[in-house]
């Protein structure tokens, strides 16, 4: 969602000619990509060591 605003903002200030104002909004960009990209790997991981954990009590369970 945040991305779509960007890029129709991007599209506003490219139809004005403000580049400034559009390098801002890559850098925004770029910032937005890479947290989600740490926030995946995040959950990804939780994710595996949660089920490793869950693995390791229903055979300590048993």
Known sequence: MKLENLE???IHW???GNL???EELMKRRETILASNERLTSFIA???KE???LASNQ???TI
């Open 8 to 10: 129709k903002q991007a």
């Open 14 to 16: 490219f139809e004005n």
């Open 20 to 22: 400034a104002k559009i």
């Open 45 to 47: 991981k939780w994710e």
């Open 50 to 52: 949660d089920a490793v």
């Open 58 to 60: 229903l055979f300590t």
